[in-house]
């Protein structure tokens, strides 16, 4: 069975920073990409960026491209986000996904993390 | 990247069909067809129910079907069961590795 299993709820000040985990398990982690899609209170989905465990291709989405981080850890199937410089806007639900190679659907998520960001 | 258009709310009687759209520009979900959509109860993390425009994941009902049209995709539930109610989301590849995600529809069961 495959599993993403995200790591637990951070609650952080503004100007922090905050880095989320994702693990992955029940497939070859090497041949899908992980995927970063975020959900503020009440609001929609947003995708952040994703990365290949592939290739190592990194592509951020343009609102989060000068604040985030994504690396992965192959020997450890886990892939993670840093988010610089957080603002109350940045309060929000953040889940992993799985990504298929050269295709652009999510077929798998994690549970999600809760990230507060408050003074 | 604006977001796709949907609209926020369908519903629909048990047993009907209901169809929810979502519009883009010919540089997402009318160029490429990398269209999905999530269904998505309130609390818990989205699931892939339809992906590349029309194509079912497994174990997902047949009552969920997909289709586009120039540059508006379109998410058909047929056969409405009480258990539909939920948020539905579509997204589209947008070109240079980014995705786009449409607002969200809430999917009401009368």
Request: glycine letters at 12%; proline letters at 4%.
């Amino acid at each position: 069975q495959i599993h993403l299993v995200q790591s637990g709820a951070e609650v952080k000040k503004p100007g922090a920073s905050v880095r989320l985990s994702c693990k992955a398990s029940g497939y070859t982690f090497t041949t899908f990409g992980i995927t970063w899609v975020r959900q503020a209170p009440g609001r929609g989905l947003e995708w952040v960026g994703w990365i290949s465990a592939y290739d190592s291709n990194i592509n951020y989405g343009e609102k989060f491209q000068d604040r985030v981080i994504m690396t992965t850890d192959t020997d450890a199937t886990t892939t993670y986000m840093e988010l610089k410089s957080l603002e109350s806007d940045d309060t929000a639900v953040y889940y992993c996904a799985r990504v298929r190679a050269g295709s652009g659907f999510f077929d798998h998520w994690g549970e999600g993390t809760v990230v507060t960001v408050s003074s | 990247q604006a977001a796709l258009t949907q609209p926020p709310s369908a519903s629909g009687s048990p047993g009907q069909s209901v169809t929810i759209s979502c519009t883009g520009t010919s540089g997402d979900v009318g160029g490429y067809d990398f269209v999905s959509w999530y269904q998505q109860y309130p609390g818990k993390a989205p699931q892939l129910i339809i992906y590349d425009v029309d194509k079912r994941p497994s174990g997902v009902p047949d009552r969920f079907s997909g289709s586009k049209s120039g540059n508006t995709a379109s998410l058909t539930v047929s056969r409405l069961q009480p258990d539909d109610e939920s948020n539905f989301y579509c997204a589209s590849y947008a070109g240079s590795n980014n995705v786009v995600f449409g607002g969200g529809t809430t999917l009401t069961v009368l």
